[in-house]
């Protein structure tokens, strides 16, 4: 287990003033199972990892982060092990590898960038209908010229 985490769980229970046996007993361990975690020769799980900083109100994603350097300073965002475990890979590539993967990448990229942004063009389009500008409906706005001058026509007829 990281050295920062088994110090971490050592002072937080110091800290609340507690036993190792007290807290074993809280969370349902042994008290030797959680001497063992303080001095690092074996690790909780992720459930028994939360409760113990629960009891000693210590934030879990605080020395997680500080313990395995997943947050990344200046940004908003953690990477997740499956996402070190690419970088790790990644790393070993040789250059040719490094480039092709790069290639993939920034082509992925980009064709989720295109569909995203066509989803958005698509939802920002709004049918458009022509506006009468006359009093009545002007079904025929497509019909051929000798029609329209036909109906102008009419309408100008003082027998109509």
């Known amino acids: 287990m990281n050295n920062y985490v088994i110090r971490k769980l050592k002072e937080g229970r110091v ?4 036993k190792q046996s007290e807290v074993a007993s ?3 361990i042994k008290p030797n199972t959680l001497s063992n975690y303080e001095n690092g020769v074996s690790e909780p799980d992720i ?3 939360c409760a113990l900083c629960d009891i000693y109100n210590l934030n879990p994603s605080d020395i997680l ?22 970088i790790e ?8 590898g490094k480039e092709m993967t790069d290639f993939v ?14 989803k ?9 209908r022509p506006i009468p500008t006359a009093a009545h409906a002007d079904d025929y706005i497509h019909a051929p010229d000798d029609l329209k001058q036909l109906e ?5 007829d003082e027998n109509f």
Do not use: W
């Open 89 to 96: 890979k990644y790393r070993l590539l040789d250059q040719h």
């Open 15 to 18: 800290n609340a003033k507690l």
């Open 47 to 49: 459930d028994t990892f």
């Open 26 to 28: 809280k969370i349902g």
């Open 152 to 156: 102008e026509d009419i309408m100008d």
């Open 105 to 118: 990448l920034n082509k992925e990229y980009d064709r989720c960038q295109a569909i995203q942004q066509e």
């Open 65 to 86: 982060n500080e313990a395995y350097g997943l947050s990344v300073q200046g940004s908003n965002f953690t990477i997740k092990p499956s996402e070190i475990k690419h």
């Open 120 to 128: 958005v063009a698509t939802l920002s389009k709004k049918p458009t």
